[in-house]
């Protein structure tokens, strides 16, 4: 069985700019949840999404947003980019939250 | 929320050392989760403990879930270098601790 896919898998851009970010879950899971991790805050979650219907939402401001698509395949957008929104972004997949989580192997976004 | 506070925050030991981490919150949990990340991957699983008072082993790490669910422990009997890595307890659907980095030196 495949594992959860991330893409890109590094990025680079500049603030003021927007970026999307891609998750392809384990076939069949259809809870997809995205953390961003960086140095001395662990991982801080985002959002999780629940057969195209966001679920729950983390502490983070309206410039990050996401959304699942039928097939359970989910985005993320971040816009006006922040130089503090460097992180590596992880997105997780699972049957139900409450579940065993599967990682993907992250997208690291750097902000100049 | 549930606060999960891990300690100690980085650790790095001598191979053949023993060494327990922890995870502590004030919050009552239904169960626990212990992921482990490598550098450029991202978390896995190594186990869930559900019941207070359970232990659980796998392999030279024993994981324990304290008696009234709001603590665990994980401890490592001769570490090896392949212990090396980011160990984090999730303690509910969206809340993981900010992990102890274990550096095991050969």
């Known amino acids: 069985k495949a594992g959860v896919t991330q893409t890109p898998r590094y990025l680079i851009k500049t603030r003021g700019q927007q970026v999307t970010l891609s998750c392809s879950p384990i076939s069949g899971h259809r809870s997809v949840s995205w953390y961003q991790q960086t140095p001395g805050q662990g991982l801080q979650f985002l959002f999780e999404y629940f057969s195209e219907t966001q679920r729950n939402k983390g502490n983070f401001p309206g410039r990050f947003s996401g959304r699942q698509f039928s097939n359970s395949r989910s985005e993320m957008n971040v816009s006006t980019l922040e130089l503090g929104d460097s992180a590596l972004y992880l997105c997780?997949?699972?049957?139900?939250?409450?579940?065993?989580?599967?990682f993907g192997p992250g997208t690291r976004l750097t902000v100049l | 929320t549930q606060l999960l506070e891990q300690s100690p925050q980085f650790l790095s030991i001598q191979e053949g050392e023993n060494l327990t981490v922890y995870c502590n919150s004030s919050s009552v949990f239904s169960s626990l989760q212990w992921y482990r990340q490598e550098p450029g991957e991202g978390p896995v699983l190594l186990v869930t403990v559900v019941t207070g008072g359970e232990v659980k082993k796998l392999k030279r790490l024993t994981f324990q879930f304290g008696d009234a669910r709001k603590d665990s422990s994980l401890h490592i009997t001769a570490a090896q270098p392949g212990d090396t890595g980011l160990y984090l307890c999730r303690g509910s659907r969206l809340t993981f601790g900010e992990g102890t980095q274990l550096t095991v030196n050969p």
């Open positions: 997780a997949s699972s049957l139900n939250s409450y579940n065993e989580q599967f």
